[in-house]
């Protein structure tokens, strides 16, 4: 299959190219600079220079490809103001790559995330959350799982709340980054709240599983780590920075308070049984280890 990806350069999508080049798929990746450029034809894609912003581009592309996967985001958590543009401009570029693969039954595999249900680990049955800071994201996710019905395979990988790699990435890595910059590796609350974890490698083999087989309007766990408690990750964090593990104010993390501050423990059961996913990377605790002062 030729495959149009948005966001191939990132942590999570470097990680996908390598897995759909590996089977024998091609790939022409978005990117919006020279260096990002660079990178997509290194991996041994093709670019297409453009970003999000560029729905002619982005349409174009889509056009082109025998399937999309998309996971581009500003991840611009710095205010409320910058959330909501990264969302809306997310919204228009996954919208017009659906409309471009309308009528197709081509594989459109966007990125979600995992819901939160209180008392329980969330399944793929239940609804995404869409309201709160990130509740535009969930919204335009469902849009695209209803273009089921007007001919697009439109699938959502939902991602635990840190996809890692060597240490880095998700909300685990913002604890990181924080803990640098602060010099108190912390967390809110009493940090007995659970995240829900995957690395990297793993999540990219069900994206690629998703684009070859993923039914009409269904949605995925790229869960590993079902819940690790944020005092267990901030202790590790603390542990390699060398810096005090302490509970700090809801907000220290931004807009993302309230989320961070969530119990949201979450199961792929369903996942690896429907699409016979097998996480085999180290878990978050163990990869953190990787962390260097
Ligand atoms: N990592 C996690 O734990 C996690 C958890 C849940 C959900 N997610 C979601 O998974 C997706 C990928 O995450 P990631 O961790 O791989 O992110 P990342 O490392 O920050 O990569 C972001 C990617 O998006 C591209 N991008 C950003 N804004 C763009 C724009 N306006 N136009 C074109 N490309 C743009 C970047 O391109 P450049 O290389 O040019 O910057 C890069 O390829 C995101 O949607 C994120 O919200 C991640």
Request: charged share 20%; no cysteine; glycine share 12%.
């Amino acid at each position: 299959m030729h495959v149009l990806i948005t966001g191939g350069t990132g942590l999570i999508g470097t990680a996908v190219v390598a897995e759909l080049l590996g089977h024998g798929h091609t790939v022409t990746g978005l990117a919006r600079s020279d260096a990002s450029a660079r990178a997509v034809e290194a991996a041994g894609g093709t670019a297409l220079r453009g970003s999000l912003a560029d729905l002619d581009v982005v349409r174009g592309g889509a056009d082109r490809a025998d399937g999309v996967v998309h996971l581009a985001f500003a991840n611009d958590f710095s205010s409320p103001e910058a959330l909501a543009q990264a969302v809306a401009e997310e919204t228009a570029a996954l919208t017009t790559m659906g409309e471009a693969l309308a009528g197709s039954d081509r594989p459109l595999v966007t990125v979600s995330g995992t819901p939160w249900v209180p008392g329980r680990l969330s399944t793929e049955a239940d609804p995404l959350p869409t309201d709160g800071p990130v509740g535009g994201r969930g919204r335009t996710v469902n849009a695209i799982l209803e273009l089921a019905s007007r001919g697009v395979r439109s699938s959502a990988v939902r991602l635990p709340r840190t996809v890692h790699n060597q240490g880095n990435g998700g909300f685990a890595g913002l604890l990181t980054t924080i803990a640098r910059q602060t010099g108190v590796s912390g967390y809110p609350g009493d940090g007995t709240q659970r995240w829900p974890a995957v690395h990297a490698l793993d999540a990219a083999v069900l994206f690629r599983l998703a684009l070859e087989s993923a039914p009409a309007g269904s949605a995925w766990h790229a869960v590993d780590d079902e819940g690790d408690s944020v005092r267990d990750i901030a202790t590790v964090i603390g542990r390699r920075l060398g810096l005090p593990v302490e509970s700090v104010p809801a907000e220290t993390f931004g807009p993302l308070g309230p989320i961070f501050a969530t119990d949201q423990p979450s199961s792929s059961a369903a996942t690896r049984a429907g699409l016979g996913w097998e996480p085999t990377h180290p878990r978050l605790l163990t990869d953190l280890e990787n962390l260097e002062p």
